[in-house]
Every structure is written in C-alpha cells, then in structure tokens.
C-alpha cells in the first residue's frame, strides 16, 4: 500500500497553500543571516545586534494571537494575502534603514507580517482537510517548509558573500510571488478560508473575544502540557551547537550536517509516517512523539563521538514528526469552526514564546551546571509532557457553533 496516496484526497486548496508556504521558504534568507549582516556590514556591535532577534521574537508573540483573531473576523484568507504583500514590501525597504533604532522598528513590523501568516494557514488548512486527513495536510505542511527551509539559506549564503541586500530583495520577492500565487489561484469558497464573520452576526462577539477560548479548559491543559517540549525543541539554536562544537570539538561543518540528517529525514518520511498514524489516539501520538524528543535530546548527556550525536538527531526528529503534526491536528479538532484562528494563534504563540525563552535557558544551563544537566533535562521535559498528553481529555470534535 503506497503511503503517499492518501494525499490525493486532501483538497486542492491545501495544495495551493503549500504551494505558497515553499515559494515563501525558498526565500528564507534574511533571519538566519541578520546578525551577520548587522556585525559585518552595519558594523554593529554582536551584543547589539542580537538585540533584533529579541525585537522579532517578542513581535512573534504578540501577533500570533492577534492574527488568529483577525482571520476568524475578517477572513483567514484575507490575513494571508496581507502578511506576504507587507512582508514583501517591508524586505525591500529593510536593507535602506540605518540608525540602530530604525532598524529595531523595522524588525519588529517585518516580524509582524511574517508571522501574522502562520495562524490563518493552520487554520484554513486544518478545517480543508476535515479529521480523517489533518495529520496528513499538517505533515504535507511541514514538508513544504522543510523543502523551502532547505533552499534558501543555503542560497542565501552565496548571495550574502557578492551583497547582503540581495538577501532583502531575493526574500522579499518570493514573499511577493507567494502573496500573488494566493490572489490568482481559483479558490472555491470556503467559510473558514474566505468569508468573514459580520459585526451583525449573532456569532461576532464569540469570534472577538479569547476570553471565551480561555474558558475551554481542555485547550488550556494541552497548551500547558506543550510547554516542556516546546522549550527543548530550540536547543538547537543555542545550547546543541555550543555543546557539540565546543566539547565535543565537531566541526561548524560537521554540526550543519547533523541538522540536514533532520531536514532530510523529514522530507522523506514525515507525510507516509503520518498517513500510517492517521487512525491513532491523538494522546498515543502527542506521548509518542514528546517522549521520543526527550530521549533523543537527553541522550546527548552520554554522546562522546559523530555517530552517536547524529543517532540522538534521528531519535528526536521522529518524535518532531509525530509530535507537531499530532498537536496541530488535535488543535483543529476541538477548535469550534468560528474560533479556529484563535485557537491557532494561541498554539503558534506557545512556539514564539518557546523560542524566545528556550534557547537562553539551554545556555544558561551550560555555563552555570554543565551539559549533563541540561541534557538531562530536556528528557526530563520529554517525559513531563508525554505524561500529561497521555491523560488528554476525550477527544471528540466539539460543536462548531459558538456557544
């Protein structure tokens, strides 16, 4: 039985989605090169510098639930479109700022476009494909960036030693050819992905307030059931290269080549993988995966050589597999149909929040205890999550009226 079929299924909008979602991951240069370019050719001071990642972080946290709340009112759709056309424009505009504090400015308003598209797709895509087929659109999803992820900057590395501002113009332009495939593609109507809720509907002061998504006590558990993993999912922006690099003496190359074992297994695996597990308990999956994550981070905490670390990669990156699409689906089940933004936004906020946080704690914990002890920890997360997603309530898809 060919895994792969089962996507022929899925509607053709989701197609079109990650249609756009790669164009625009083929882009990705200018964030994994923004210090560089701040140090090298802005001259910056790196502490100084570091400072707009903290600026695109906290603009990621804040958006994410803005975002979700203005595609359940005025359409996901219509969010989309706007997050790729002011992400374009504000790219081709970054590289002509100078002062340090424009440049803080400019960051925290492209953070907001960039990531104002995350909730709106997850949602759209989430309510496209229906619960038979979620776990498979989101790991069709996560393929799409993978592919695009592993694009781009590795282009954008070339393109960063002729000129930086090339990585403005190459990324702001696939946001643009992204933003236009989305307007001229022949979308059929869905009330999700393109009809926005009326100030006169009876259902309007559901869909504009998170106070009623906070009362949903099911959703609060899971998204504090995701904290502990989520955290451990960003060591390797900080605290795993300075591990590997600097005890164990592997190579910045050498250290590349471990992420890639993760892109590449992701791309080849992660969609069959999930159309195998479409029929699993979402608690069996979000378990699973969080505690495959755990051991393969915590087993950094015995690895003395290359192969030994690049086995720890394998490990937790099935459990990435499992696990991200596992929890996107279970958000879009028990999201009602006219908070599903919401409910998204609030999700995606989790990894902002994780992302800003995670990986100064993983580097915090080095210097002050050791790497035994951060290792040790993260399967410390992996477990506590595991256990908690392993007493998930029922799981049944809620009524999608408001209430």
């Known amino acids: 039985m060919n895994p792969w079929r089962g996507l022929g299924a899925l ?84 590289p002509f700022i100078e002062s340090f504090g424009g440049i803080l400015a400019t960051t925290a308003l492209w953070a907001i476009a960039n990531e104002a598209f995350r909730p709106p797709s997850m949602a759209i895509i989430g309510d496209l494909a229906g619960p038979t087929h979620r776990k498979s659109a989101f790991a069709l999803t996560r393929l799409a960036i993978n592919l695009g992820m592993s694009i781009g900057p590795v282009i ?25 495939l989305i307007i001229l593609l022949p979308w059929r109507s869905q009330p999700t992905v393109e009809t926005p809720v009326e100030e006169t509907d009876s259902n309007s002061a559901c869909v504009s307030r998170y106070s009623d998504v906070l009362k949903d006590r099911r959703f609060i558990y899971f998204l504090a059931a995701m904290i502990p993993i989520e955290l451990v999912f960003f060591q390797p922006l900080a605290a795993m290269p300075l591990f590997l690099v600097g005890d164990l003496h592997m190579t910045e190359a050498g250290f590349g080549m471990l992420l890639a074992i993760n892109t590449v297994i992701i791309i080849l695996i992660e969609v069959p993988l999930n159309s195998r597990m479409a029929d699993w308990p979402h608690r069996r999956a979000l378990a699973l995966g ?42 879009s089940d028990i999201a009602p149909r006219e908070r599903a933004g919401a409910y998204m936004g609030l999700y995606t906020m989790g990894f902002s929040v994780a992302v800003a946080v995670g990986p100064w704690l993983g580097t915090q914990g080095l210097e002050n205890f050791g790497p035994r002890v951060v290792w040790i920890g993260t399967f410390c997360c992996g477990c506590i999550t595991a256990t908690a997603m392993w007493f998930l309530r029922n799981e049944k898809v809620i009524d999608s009226t408001c209430p």
Do not use: H, Q
Not at 55 to 75: E, K, N, Q, T, W
Not at 162 to 173: C, E, H, N, P, Q
């Open 11 to 94: 509607p053709r909008e989701i197609w079109f989605l990650c249609l756009a979602i790669l164009i625009n991951r083929a882009g990705t240069m200018v964030l994994p090169f923004l210090t560089l370019y701040l140090t090298l050719d802005k001259k910056l001071p790196a502490k100084t510098a570091a400072l707009t990642i903290t600026a695109y972080g906290i603009a990621a946290i804040i958006v994410a639930p803005l975002s979700g709340r203005l595609s359940d009112r005025f359409g996901g759709l219509r969010i989309i479109k706007l997050s790729l056309l002011f992400n374009g424009l504000i790219l081709f505009v970054f």
């Open 156 to 180: 954008g590395g070339f393109l960063a030693m002729r000129s930086f501002k090339l990585l403005f113009y190459v990324d702001g332009a696939t946001a643009l050819l992204a933003g236009l």
């Open 290 to 331: 969080a505690l495959l994550v755990g051991i393969g981070f915590g087993a950094l905490a015995f690895v003395e050589n290359v192969l030994a670390a690049a086995l720890t990669v394998v490990i937790w990156t099935f459990g990435e597999m499992i696990i991200l699409p596992a929890s996107a689906a279970y958000v």
